[in-house]
């Protein structure tokens, strides 16, 4: 029987819209082909069948190990979970965990039973050589940032370094999924998601990105980025993509061949990116032209806080005016905005609290957010291992997960703030909740008349069009004069968030 590389990747909890291709066991997947092991990619997130698929490839296939990623939070659970089933059907293979969480909390994750090897950083050049050492029972001494267990003791492997060229690294083994169930209408009516450099060089204090890629920014070549897309276009007849990069318009050379490259090309795409609005508002406008012709429709930025003295205390090194800047340049451009705001960070008086919500409301009321597709996602401050935000939480008494497990627990949506009172928790609640049934809003309008020029012309749906635009005036009528409370359309709202039949119809209805 063939051994194969077995990767699981836990389910995240979210919802329908926040659905992505597992880019970073698609870039394992890659290595470990590359170098002749057969790979075998299960996503927790897609639904029940993962669940048997993963258990009909165990009973039928020799396997070297399970790999499992985990960002802090639910994967964790879902991720021991199938560990535990793993652990039964065959005991003596390891299981590999790897990802964000065990990266930053290495020791107490290699303490777990259900852990055998933990993969620190970046993972595909150590996994082919615990896959090596795994197949020829060779020792697993010697792999750099990596800790396993050994006759009941924890060993380390030497400290790894960054990689220098992640150009190297083999093209993203997207044909190891099935691409169709990852096809989105994010940003155009065929979307998917693609990664074209890791890591930032900035070092915002609530955030592990800078603790663990040392603050480098690991970049793809343009001709790399181009070729890959190219690729998704023929292979996969995508006419979206969205960059998970955690900062896209770091180097404007880069950009700028991207963007001409990608018009030279005839790509005809659509694509989104995150961006610093401070790195946007320094581009001239010929190149701003050239990012907006090649394709750019919806720019997602980090805005974090409507109060200075919150960005300052998170080292943002931006201001809440840059925000302002920015959705009026993307206004002039038009392209579309998602902001996202955190509450409940540590300052003085929970002030950060008032300004956000105040920002919010003003962006809201004097932007044309709802004409414009404007989005604002606002959640509580989390402070997540490896931030220097959390080190000083930690200093000042915020109680952690004492194990691996109970991160499983830690999530964005429960108040970790104590400083936060009972009415303030309460003022916070309401806003997210307007802000919802504003995004839902916001959303359908986009989809309904805007990317989906099918919908918009067939005679069958004049009806729902119909309500969507009378949705939509109430809507901003509501948002102009602040009337939140009688939430007829929060029941709509959650009708189609959670009931799996309705939400499946609209995705069939937005692909055709
Ligand atoms: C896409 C994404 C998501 C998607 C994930 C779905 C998906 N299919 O990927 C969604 C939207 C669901 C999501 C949710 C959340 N995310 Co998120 N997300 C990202 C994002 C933007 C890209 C991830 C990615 O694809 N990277 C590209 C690949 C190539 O890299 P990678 O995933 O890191 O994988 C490499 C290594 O980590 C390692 N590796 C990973 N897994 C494994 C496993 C094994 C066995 C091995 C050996 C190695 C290994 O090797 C890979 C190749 O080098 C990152 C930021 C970023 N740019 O990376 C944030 C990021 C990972 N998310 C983060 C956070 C905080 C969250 C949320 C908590 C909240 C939020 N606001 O988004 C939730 C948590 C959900 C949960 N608990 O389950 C943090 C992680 C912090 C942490 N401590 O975990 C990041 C870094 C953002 C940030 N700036 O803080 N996220
Ligand atoms: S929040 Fe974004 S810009 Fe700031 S350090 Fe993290 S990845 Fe970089």
């Given at each position: 029987?063939?051994?194969?590389?077995?990767?699981?990747?836990?389910?995240?909890?979210?919802s329908?819209?926040?659905?992505?291709?597992?880019?970073?066991?698609l870039?394992?997947?890659?290595?470990?082909?590359?170098a002749?092991?057969?790979?075998?990619i299960?996503?927790?997130n897609?639904g029940?069948?993962?669940?048997?698929?993963?258990?009909?490839?165990?009973k039928?296939?020799?396997?070297?190990?399970?790999?499992?990623?985990?960002?802090t939070?639910?994967?964790?659970?879902?991720?021991?979970?199938?560990?535990?089933?793993?652990r039964?059907?065959?005991?003596?293979?390891?299981i590999?965990?790897?990802?964000?969480?065990?990266t930053l909390?290495?020791?107490?994750?290699?303490?777990?039973?259900?852990?055998?090897?933990?993969v620190k950083?970046?993972?595909?050049?150590?996994?082919?050589?615990?896959?090596?050492?795994?197949?020829?029972?060779e020792?697993?001494?010697?792999?750099?940032?990596?800790?396993?267990?050994?006759?009941g003791?924890?060993?380390?492997?030497?400290?790894?370094?960054?990689?220098?060229?992640v150009?190297?690294?083999?093209?993203?083994?997207?044909?190891?999924i099935?691409?169709e169930?990852?096809i989105?209408t994010?940003?155009?009516?065929?979307?998917?998601?693609?990664?074209?450099?890791?890591?930032?060089?900035?070092?915002?204090?609530?955030?592990?990105v800078?603790?663990v890629?040392?603050?480098?920014?690991?970049?793809?070549?343009?001709?790399?980025?181009?070729?890959d897309?190219?690729?998704?276009?023929?292979t996969y007849?995508?006419?979206?993509?969205?960059?998970?990069?955690s900062?896209?318009?770091?180097?404007?050379?880069?950009?700028?061949?991207?963007?001409?490259?990608l018009?030279r090309?005839?790509?005809?795409?659509?694509?989104?990116a995150?961006?610093?609005?401070?790195?946007?508002l320094?581009?001239?406008?010929?190149?701003?032209m050239l990012?907006?012709?090649?394709?750019?429709?919806?720019?997602?930025?980090?805005?974090?806080?409507?109060?200075?003295?919150?960005?300052?205390?998170?080292?943002?090194?931006?201001t809440?005016?840059?925000?302002?800047?920015?959705?009026?340049?993307?206004?002039?451009?038009?392209?579309?905005?998602l902001?996202?705001?955190?509450?409940g960070?540590?300052?003085?008086?929970?002030?950060?609290?008032?300004?956000?919500?105040n920002?919010?409301?003003k962006?809201y009321?004097e932007?044309?957010?709802?004409?414009?597709?404007?989005e604002?996602?606002l959640?509580y401050?989390t402070?997540?291992?490896g931030s220097?935000?959390?080190?000083?939480?930690?200093?000042?008494?915020?109680?952690?997960?004492q194990?691996?497990?109970a991160w499983?627990?830690w999530t964005?949506?429960?108040?970790?703030s104590?400083?936060i009172?009972e009415?303030m928790?309460?003022?916070?609640?309401?806003?997210?909740?307007n802000?919802?049934?504003?995004?839902?809003y916001?959303r359908?309008n986009?989809?309904i008349?805007?990317?989906?020029?099918v919908?918009v012309?067939?005679?069958?749906?004049?009806?729902?069009?119909?309500a969507?635009?009378?949705?939509?005036?109430?809507?901003q009528?509501?948002?102009?004069n602040?009337?939140f409370?009688?939430?007829l359309?929060?029941n709509?709202?959650?009708?189609?968030?959670?009931?799996?039949y309705?939400?499946?119809?609209?995705?069939?209805?937005?692909?055709a």
């Open positions: 029987m063939e051994k194969i590389c077995v990767l699981y990747f836990p389910n995240t909890g979210s329908l819209n926040w659905y992505r291709a597992p880019l970073g066991f870039s394992l997947g890659a290595s470990l082909e590359e002749g092991y057969k790979t075998v299960v996503d927790g897609c029940k069948e993962s669940e048997l698929r993963l258990l009909s490839i165990l039928d296939h020799d396997v070297i190990f399970l790999g499992i990623s985990a960002m939070g639910v994967q964790i659970l879902d991720g021991l979970q199938v560990a535990r089933s793993f039964e059907l065959k005991p003596d293979t390891p590999i965990w790897g990802g964000w969480h065990p909390m290495p020791q107490q994750t290699i303490k777990h039973d259900l852990v055998d090897i933990v950083g970046l993972g595909e050049e150590n996994i082919v050589k615990i896959a090596s050492c795994l197949k020829n029972g020792p697993l001494k010697g792999i750099p940032g990596i800790l396993y267990k050994k006759g003791l924890v060993e380390e492997g030497p400290e790894d370094k960054l990689p220098f060229d150009n190297a690294f083999p093209r993203a083994a997207y044909h190891l099935d691409v169930q990852y989105t994010d940003v155009n009516s065929r979307t998917l998601t693609y990664i074209s450099s890791r890591g930032c060089p900035y070092r915002c204090g609530f955030c592990a800078s603790t890629y040392k603050r480098r920014w690991l970049r793809q070549s343009a001709e790399r980025v181009i070729d897309i190219e690729y998704l276009i023929k007849k995508v006419n979206g993509i969205r960059f998970e990069d900062n896209f318009f770091t180097n404007r050379k880069r950009v700028r061949v991207i963007c001409e490259e018009i090309r005839g790509c005809n795409i659509k694509w989104s995150l961006a610093r609005p401070e790195e946007l320094k581009y001239d406008d010929e190149l701003l990012v907006k012709e090649s394709g750019c429709n919806q720019v997602l930025v980090g805005s974090e806080s409507g109060d200075q003295d919150a960005l300052d205390l998170i080292t943002k090194d931006n809440v005016e840059d925000t302002i800047k920015m959705v009026e340049l993307c206004n002039r451009l038009d392209i579309s905005l902001l996202s705001y955190m509450v960070l540590p300052v003085k008086n929970c002030k950060d609290v008032d300004s956000t919500l920002v919010i409301t962006l009321k932007y044309e957010f709802a004409k414009r597709g404007h604002i996602l959640f401050y402070p997540y291992p220097a935000l959390y080190r000083l939480a930690v200093d000042n008494g915020l109680k952690v997960p194990s691996f497990e499983g627990d964005l949506n429960v108040l970790h104590p400083w009172t009415a928790n309460k003022k916070i609640l309401k806003a997210m909740d802000y919802a049934i504003i995004r839902f916001v359908a986009q989809m008349f805007n990317r989906t020029e919908l012309k067939e005679k069958k749906y004049f009806l729902l069009r119909v969507l635009r009378l949705i939509n005036k109430l809507f009528f509501r948002i102009d602040d009337f409370s009688f939430p359309f929060r709509i709202y959650l009708l189609v968030a959670k009931s799996p309705v939400s499946k119809i609209i995705s069939k209805m937005l692909k």
